[in-house]
């Protein structure tokens, strides 16, 4: 489980360095997919340290390819007469991203 854990993390972090360079070009609305997607990963990642959840084969070959991010983005881009994601949504997003990342890096393990 922590090699699942430790590439959880490994992927939210990425996926949050992403969202920020987002932010930073103005993109809100890949940067509020990009946090989003990088708080399931930690929130999942959280769940599995205390013994709550296992994530299946699937879920983690997603996770792998980071394929649930990247058709969200495309979805949008396929729509862009919805709604824009303001600045502000954005940044919630990723300042919950980056706290969860911190808690999920003081993830201690059993044993």
Do not use: C
């Not at 809100?28 to 990009?34: H, N, Q, S, V």
């Not at 070959?61 to 949008?76: F, G, P, T, V």
């Amino acid at each position: 489980m922590k090699q699942i854990i430790s590439l959880y993390q490994q992927r939210s972090s990425e996926t949050l360095e992403y969202a920020q360079l987002d932010f930073k070009r103005g993109d809100y609305t890949g940067a509020f997919l990009r946090a989003s997607w990088a708080i399931r990963l930690l929130g999942d990642a959280l769940l599995i340290a205390k013994g709550h959840y296992a994530p299946s084969t699937r879920h983690i070959m997603k996770i792998l390819h980071l394929e649930n991010i990247q058709q969200r983005h495309d979805q949008y881009l396929a729509n862009p007469d919805e709604d824009e994601i303001s600045q502000e949504d954005a940044e919630v997003a990723l300042q919950e991203a980056q706290r969860l990342l911190v808690q999920a890096q003081d993830i201690h393990f059993p044993g």
